[in-house]
């Protein structure tokens, strides 16, 4: 009995992760050395994202009740997930560098506000730019044209003061 209970435990702590967390990536760990595994751990924990290994069938359990089951095929083989429940970039971008100097790390999937995403998409959102970055472009962006009308203002202005004289 005691042990069942401890499953469903797990199945209920995957399934509020699965639920609150912003990203979610699936890796299989499979070969990396438990110095390497103690470095990404502490990599990730520094970011503010929870890198845990699961049972599969525990997971899968967690994927049904969440309504998650396209995960499924990726629940195979020795599996961590890490969650995220502050920054919707850092395990992919953590992960991604990881895995270039650490070929033992495969990326499986990952879930991106709840939608099931590709290793190459995450690939892709790793690639991005800081948070503050995309915002500064944005807001270049949105400068931009103000800065156009304000020269264009300005140049009329030039251009009746100088008929005037």
């Known amino acids: 009995m005691p042990i069942r209970e401890e499953k469903v435990a797990v199945v209920n702590e995957i399934r509020t ?14 070969g990396l ?4 595994a103690t470095e990404l751990r502490k990599q990730l924990r520094e970011a503010g994202v929870d890198f845990k290994v699961y049972k599969n069938t525990l997971a899968r359990r967690a994927t049904a009740e969440v309504g998650m089951t396209e995960l499924d095929p990726y629940l195979i083989g020795p599996t961590a997930i890490a969650f995220s429940h502050q920054d919707v970039v850092a395990p992919a971008k953590i992960l991604t560098e990881f895995a270039k100097k650490h070929e033992a790390l495969q990326i499986k999937a990952g879930v991106i506000e709840g939608k099931v995403v590709t290793p190459e998409d995450l690939k892709v959102i790793a690639d991005l730019p800081p948070r503050e970055g995309l915002l500064s472009m944005l807001l270049s962006v949105m400068q931009a044209p103000l800065r156009n009308l304000a020269l264009a203002i300005k140049a009329v202005a030039d ?3 100088s008929q005037q004289a």
């Not at 050395?33 to 390497?36: G, L, P, R, S, W």
């Open 17 to 30: 992760k699965l639920k609150e967390s912003l990203s979610t990536v699936v890796t299989d760990y499979r």
């Open 33 to 36: 050395t438990v110095a390497e």
């Open 159 to 161: 251009q009746k003061e």
